[in-house]
């Protein structure tokens, strides 16, 4: 039986391997993955056009929308605040496209929480990085966050490691527009 899923997320230490791998799922052009513009409260970095990456809120405003406007959000050390807009959700389901996520952990969390088993989570555990922790194995065990937990070492392509999870595990996107 194949398990199809609607949206990735890929969650671990922040790092090169990350990135590689989410940048490889979102150039891939048979996924034809959306990625979301999320919100925040942070300042718009020197050279970025707001609304290109992020919408950018005022943080009273950002408050006062917080339950109604956004899937997800958290306030980060800084009092910043990152969210998932629901109209991301909406344009990228009405487009027929899955979405894909690169956040942290606990955003993920809620992801989750929305999405349920359309959302497929690959957490990459960098064994020369950091080991995972026993708060977050039972973190992710407890909440049944994620469908993968990746550990490779250093020499290890982790873009192959997705790769080979996906295929053995007979996981598929699901694409409305080729079902």
């Known amino acids: 039986m194949v398990q199809t899923h609607k949206h990735i997320a890929i969650v671990g230490p922040v790092n090169d391997h990350r990135t ?8 891939n052009p048979d996924l034809r993955v959306y990625e979301p513009i999320h919100g925040t409260t942070q300042s718009v970095p020197p050279g ?6 992020r919408h950018y809120f005022f943080t009273h405003e950002f408050e006062s929308y917080k339950d109604t ?6 306030q980060d050390e800084n009092s910043d ?24 952990l606990a955003r993920t ?7 349920g088993n359309d959302l497929m ?10 080991n995972l922790s026993a708060s977050t194995k039972e973190l992710l065990s407890r909440k049944k966050a994620c469908d993968f937990i990746l550990s490779y070492e250093e020499t290890e392509d982790p873009i ?19 079902v």
């Open 121 to 130: 989570v690959f957490f990459l555990n960098i064994k020369f990085d950091r």
């Open 160 to 178: 192959a490691a997705v790769s080979s999870i996906t295929s053995k595990a007979k996981i598929q996107l699901l694409n409305p527009q080729l």
């Open 109 to 115: 969390l809620k992801l989750k929480e929305y999405f």
């Open 20 to 27: 590689a791998v989410y940048k490889e799922l979102l150039e």
């Open 81 to 104: 605040y990152h969210a998932t807009l629901f109209g991301e959700i909406m344009y990228a389901e009405e487009s027929g496209r899955p979405l894909i996520f690169d956040v942290g």
């Open 48 to 53: 970025e056009i707001p609304g290109m990456k």
């Open 69 to 74: 406007l956004f899937v997800e959000w958290i």
